[in-house]
């Protein structure tokens, strides 16, 4: 019934249709309705077919519908991948996730953009989570704590950002209290802008008790501690010893000097070698697998178990196997000085590593001795004793040889070294081991990667479909984004889609110091290995055919392609499903290994802070951002955040440019790949994260400059009068260098004069019989003045008979008004009661210099531009003048004191004309230079504008109160008021 389904939603006439429907064009009867409601469930449950609107049925691609397994962040966004390989990843922002949990399988819709000419072929995937199809996790682990009004459990993965609320325990074994651990099964949740909700089902306890750390992180992932009763009867009935029976068909390869190479704590041998000469330019490999597959058959519990379980799960304290012990540390193990059935690859090599010719058959071994990796690296180190120790050198030997090959292939070295926690008998971190990929590590290495390369080979030749292990080339965009990063450090970087640039990066950046941090940036743009039915190649390892066969005790994929190799019988499930489930569970395994560790070191680190004792710990800086720097501390084997906030020793400033922060006060640098010491200064177990403090070395602290008034570590240049420092803000003045012998003596600092009070009035050559002036007192200081002040008026020479000039008195600081300019005052000369006496003949002055009216004391001068702007604004004034005179008004012309000439423009009555007196001269209005100037109405009778003069006219001694002022008559044929023969002027 499924293909059937399945050919009539995809034929090309099919409208989405609902059950009934379905039931008439399947062509079924009415009682086979529920047989097919639990198909279609079934169906949508794998993401095959979807229910869309009116409960009617369609393929997922149909309507831009996408089933996959959603991963999420810590920052709250999602990655899906589809179940269909040939699709990309989908990116999930943060509020299109729903209620999705981590390693759930969910609907999405992508997002489809507009057609666009331009538009990115690698741009990203984005789309929205529509729909839950399975959860993969309905328990969840976290801290009880309790509000005014209910309880609620906080996750102890981060990745659940909500909180759930619970109601109070009952029926669990013990009671629940504020702050202990416990297990949730989670209910419904409909909407992510709700909290969910669920029921507390187990106590786990304290979180400081003994046990508790390690059983959450088993309850959290749902992993295992026992066995099913039925698996462990199945295992003990196999027995303990291999029997004469189970020989026939076997090569017997017991005289063979087989080795094991393992950790020194496992007891799971599942490999061994043995390495011979046959000629003198040819070798004889044999790589001996357990043979697992001959216990564990196909349909048994034992199988049922293993498949569940996916692999073994190496937690920090224990191991959770994938078989029972019976099978995995005795009867499959590779123990020595026993007989175990083996599945073999033989390989004939050149003298140089070069394959010629492989074989595969089962085998019986005896292996002779078994080796920890320190102690073959001991071995490696000395010279040999003995025919085994010599085999070890020659396969070491052979195994160089292979590894360059590898590399000249085109494979990638992306080792890093590992961290190993050893615990005491409370549990308790004792110490940390470093683990490097040393030489005893390469030999087994290349051995068994060229044993799961031939093996894949194998059945690329024989066409069975099997499940490999793929590493997918990455992305173009991310490798991008890291080439990009990489630049901006000003490390060379090539084309990295071509795999020497890939190579020639890896290796010059095992030469760098920032090398390492960069290293792990380049993982974490590559994509995951997986388990897949289709060979598509390893990127890491360089190799277009690969999978996994070396490790069937403790992994389930391996198991299977002992199954598939060897035509034995093969599991009731599908390989396709199997590889997806095995992927699951591996990645499962992975994070708990990890949160393993970390409950332990978590542990380990609060016991330093509170005991007031905090250890030093070098760490290498891998990311730089605005809030602090990330180390990875390889003493702890983790990472951690150093705080901006929490370095109290200088401000620091992010420069996003260099990937770096600097102080503005020390002007220290961290950057990217930099190597520090820090100590721990803050835990935090919720969200699973570790806060580091720098650790100021000796040299950093000498290098910080002295505190103002203390003596400097280091001289300065002396300070410029006028020239601001280079860096903002300054650093405290330190005292400067004395001059020079021949350097000429500084004056005292001088405040910043504009360049408006820097003019003088120049100062003409003294005539003879003439007194000098006295020159200009210079002041120490004079302060800032904003506001230009009007140049001074130049100094006339003395003339015959007259007293000497006055000499110039020095510049005071005059405050101006807020919106007026003053001029220095001067003193008036004294007005005489009778008509003002002829002066002597004065040499011919241009216009420019004629004498400025006089100002009285504290009596300011309207400001010209101000004025000019008065006489434009009203109503009939022009550039050319008045365009009709308006009706006459008088003005008063008596000064105000402390101000500016009294404006009256009230109206007065009409002035009688006053005749001219006898003889008197006829005096024009010149006009000033830089000020404008408008026509006077006729003195006789005529009407005066109500606008005062731009400038201010020097009064003429006169017995009479008003000033009389002949003016020319306007030329003939005009009209207008009479005006001025030189053009008004705008100002200088």
């Known amino acids: 019934m499924t293909d059937r389904i399945i050919r009539l939603l995809a034929h090309k006439d099919y409208v989405p249709a609902n059950v009934p429907e379905l039931l008439h064009g399947l062509r079924l009867p009415p009682d086979r309705q529920q047989e097919l409601q639990e198909v279609l469930r079934g169906l949508e449950t794998a993401g095959r077919i979807v229910r869309i609107k009116g409960n009617r049925y369609i393929q997922p691609l149909e309507a831009d519908l996408i089933p996959g397994r959603i991963r999420m962040t810590r920052q709250g966004r999602g990655f899906v991948t589809p179940d269909d390989a040939g699709l990309k990843e989908i990116a999930i922002p943060d509020n299109a996730t729903g209620t999705a949990l981590h390693e759930d399988r969910v609907l999405v819709r992508c997002d489809v ?170 070798w004889k490999l044999w790589v001996h697998i357990a043979d697992v597959s001959h216990y564990v058959k196909p349909g048994t519990m034992l199988d049922i178990e293993a498949r569940r379980r996916g692999n073994s799960t190496y937690l920090v304290d224990r191991v959770i196997p994938m078989l029972p012990e019976a099978l995995s540390n005795d009867l499959c193990s590779l123990k020595p000085n ?54 070890l050198h020659d396969a070491n030997d052979l195994a160089q040889r292979i590894r360059r090959q590898r590399f000249n292939a085109g494979a990638l070295e992306l080792d890093f070294p590992e961290m190993k926690i050893r615990l005491d008998e409370q549990g308790r971190v004792s110490r940390i081991d470093k683990v490097e990929n040393d030489i005893s590590h390469q030999l087994i290495e290349e051995f068994m ?109 391996d198991l299977t392609v002992h199954r598939v190799l060897f035509a034995e019988k093969a599991s009731n499930h599908s390989l396709k499903d199997t590889a997806d489930h095995i992927s699951d569970t591996e990645r499962n395994s992975a994070d708990a290994e990890r949160d393993s560790k970390d409950v332990k070191l978590f542990a380990y680190l609060t016991t330093q802070i ?110 410029q009068p006028g020239v601001p420092p280079a860096r903002l803000p300054q650093s405290p003045v330190r005292p400067s260098r004395p001059a020079h012998p021949t350097s000429r003596p500084l004056r005292p600092v001088q405040p910043v004069v504009l360049p408006s009070r820097l003019a003088q009035p120049p100062v003409r050559p003294v005539r003879p019989g003439q007194s000098a002036p006295r020159p200009l007192p210079l002041r120490p200081t004079q302060p800032v003045e904003t506001t230009p002040r009007l140049a001074q008026p130049p100094v006339r020479p003395s003339r015959p008979g007259q007293p000497p000039a006055r000499p110039v008195r020095p510049v005071q600081p005059v405050v101006p008004p807020p919106r007026l300019t003053q001029l220095p005052a001067r003193p008036s000369r004294p007005v005489q009661p009778s008509a003002r006496p002829v002066r002597p003949a004065q040499p011919v002055v241009p216009a420019s210099r004629l004498a400025q009216p006089p100002v009285r004391p504290s009596q300011p001068i309207p400001s010209v531009t101000r004025l000019a702007d008065q006489v434009t604004q009203r ?114």
């Open 449 to 557: 990667l060229m044993a799961n390369e031939a093996v894949a080979a194998r059945l690329g030749h024989l066409r069975r479909t099997a499940i490999h292990r793929v590493h997918e080339d990455p992305d173009v965009r991310r490798l991008r984004e890291y080439r990009e990063d990489v630049l901006s450090h000003h490390v060379q970087c090539g084309n990295l889609g071509q795999r020497d640039e890939v190579q020639k990066l890896l290796h010059h950046l095992g030469e760098l110091a920032i090398g390492p941090a960069l290293k792990i940036g380049f993982l974490k743009s590559l994509k995951r290995a997986r388990y897949a039915v289709e060979p598509l190649g390893h990127y890491g390892l360089a190799k277009k055919h690969y999978t996994h066969f070396t490790s069937p005790i403790r992994r389930y994929a």
């Open 113 to 282: 953009p507009a057609q666009q000419l331009r538009a990115e072929t690698d741009a990203p995937n984005t789309g929205t989570v529509i729909r839950i199809l399975e959860r993969h996790r309905t328990r969840i682990v976290g801290t009880l704590q309790r509000s005014p009004r209910f309880l609620y459990v906080v996750p102890d993965d981060p990745r659940i950002p909500h909180d759930i609320y619970v109601p109070e325990p009952r029926d669990v074994g013990r009671p629940a209290y504020v702050g202990d651990k416990v297990v949730v099964e989670l209910k419904e949740w409909e909407s992510r802008h709700t909290n969910p909700e669920g029921e507390i089902v187990e106590v786990l306890g304290a979180p400081d008790a003994e046990g508790v750390d390690m059983l959450s992180v088993l309850r959290q992932y749902d992993l295992p501690l026992h066995f099913p009763i039925e698996v462990l009867d199945e295992a003990r009935a196999i027995g303990s010893e291999v029997r004469a029976e189970e020989l026939s068909g076997r090569e017997d390869c017991r005289r063979q000097q087989v080795v094991t190479i393992d950790p020194d704590d496992a007891k799971d041998f599942d490999d061994a070698i043995c390495l011979e000469r046959v000629s003198d330019r040819q």
């Open 610 to 719: 509170e005991s007031a004792q905090p250890v030093t710990y070098p760490a290498l800086v891998t990311d730089v951002r605005n809030f602090g720097f990330f180390v990875d501390v390889t003493g702890l084997a983790m990472s951690g955040l150093v705080p901006l906030s929490g370095m109290a020793d200088d401000f620091y400033v992010f420069d996003p440019t260099r990937h770096q922060v600097v102080g503005r006060r020390t002007r220290r640098v961290v950057k990217l790949g930099d190597r520090v010491e820090v100590q721990v200064a803050k835990v935090d177990r919720f969200k699973k994260q570790v806060d580091f403090r720098l650790v100021l070395t000796p040299a950093a602290r000498t290098a910080r400059p002295t505190r103002p008034g203390q003596p400097t570590a280091r001289s300065t240049r002396p300070a």
């Open 875 to 988: 109503p009939g004034i022009g550039r050319a003048g008045l365009e009709s005179p308006p009706p006459h008004r008088a003005r008063s012309t008596a000064p105000v004191r402390g101000g500016s000439p009294q404006k009256d423009n009230r109206p007065m009555a009409p002035r009688p004309d006053r005749p001219m007196a006898p003889g008197a001269p006829v005096r024009h209005d010149a006009p000033s230079p830089g000020r404008s100037t408008r026509p006077t109405p006729p003195a006789g009778g005529g009407s005066r504008p109500s606008i005062r003069p731009a400038v201010a006219r020097q009064p003429i001694p006169s017995s009479h109160s008003q000033r009389s002022v002949v003016r020319k008559p306007a030329p003939p044929g005009r009209t207008g008021p009479p005006t001025s023969k030189r053009p008004p002027s705008r100002g200088r």
């Open 338 to 391: 026993v007989d175990r059935l083996t599945k073999c690859v033989e390989f004939l090599l050149g003298d140089d590593g070069r394959l010629l010719k492989t074989r595969f058959f089962p085998a019986v071994i005896h292996s002779q001795r078994r080796f920890a990796y320190r102690e073959a690296f001991e071995i490696l180190q000395r010279t040999p004793v003995g025919p085994i120790e010599r085999m």
